[in-house]
């Protein structure tokens, strides 16, 4: 297993228009994260799941947002009617339950022209 | 919203010299973990330390915890330059347990020159 892995590394999209993103974890992670982060920045938390099961969610994922973890392995992401706002690094993130860090998958990039 | 508070924002030292990054943050925690993240990069975990640790090292780090004072500090020895990048506080709140999600801070921007 490579870590987790982000698909695409790069978008730009017209403002607008829908993107999707996906993510896949360690096989083994049975927890999953999305976190949005901007230009100088903490990684903000937007999501989270635990196998199938989306346990909490940002009042930062507003309802053009939505995520899906369908059989508790890849997840997506989704932005409807992108805004300029949404511009941000996506992140995800993998673990197994009990005390360890996350491991992060390298992003994707959106930018909203 | 963020929780942690790094101190300072940002951080320049000599290749050899040691780092200190602090660390802040308002509510009781389950456990505080340290991230690094080099430009443009996703983030890599460094060192977990839970609520009733005070004290942990790993290689090169070591990360201290003072729950009544609610701050943490990271040190970094001998630094090189490739500890160039970001590093990010995160806390996993005590009320929802170790793998909550985690609350970063805004980060501490450390060049190490060479």
């Known amino acids: 297993d490579t870590g987790v892995s982000q698909d695409p590394r790069h978008k730009i999209t017209k403002r607008g228009q829908n993107v999707t993103f996906r993510c896949d974890p360690i096989?083994?992670?049975?927890?999953l994260y999305w976190y949005r982060q901007t230009l100088g920045q903490g990684p903000e938390f937007l999501t989270y799941?635990?196998?199938?099961?989306?346990?909490?969610k940002s009042r930062l994922l507003s309802d053009r947002f939505s995520a899906e973890r369908p059989k508790g392995s890849f997840s997506t992401l989704e932005i409807q009617r992108t805004e300029q706002g949404d511009s941000a690094m996506y992140l995800c993130?993998?673990?197994?339950?009990?005390?360890?860090?996350?491991?992060f998958g390298s992003g994707t990039r959106l930018t909203v022209v | 919203s963020q929780q942690g508070e790094e101190d300072p924002q940002a951080l320049s030292i000599q290749e050899g010299e040691n780092a200190t990054m602090n660390c802040s943050y308002k509510?009781?925690?389950?456990?505080l973990q340290w991230y690094r993240q080099n430009s443009g990069r996703g983030l890599v975990h460094l060192i977990l330390?839970?609520?009733?640790?005070r004290e942990k090292h790993s290689g090169r780090l070591r990360v201290t915890l003072d729950t009544s004072k609610k701050s943490s500090s990271l040190l970094i020895t001998a630094s090189r330059a490739a500890d160039t990048a970001s590093y990010f506080c995160a806390t996993a709140a005590r009320i929802t347990g170790a793998n909550s999600k985690l609350t970063f801070g805004k980060g501490i921007t450390l060049s190490v020159r060479p």
């Open positions: 509510t009781s925690i389950n456990n």
């Open positions: 330390i839970r609520s009733n640790e």
């Open positions: 799941f635990q196998n199938e099961a989306q346990l909490e």
């Open positions: 993130a993998s673990s197994p339950t009990g005390f360890h860090g996350y491991t």
């Open positions: 096989s083994e992670h049975n927890r």
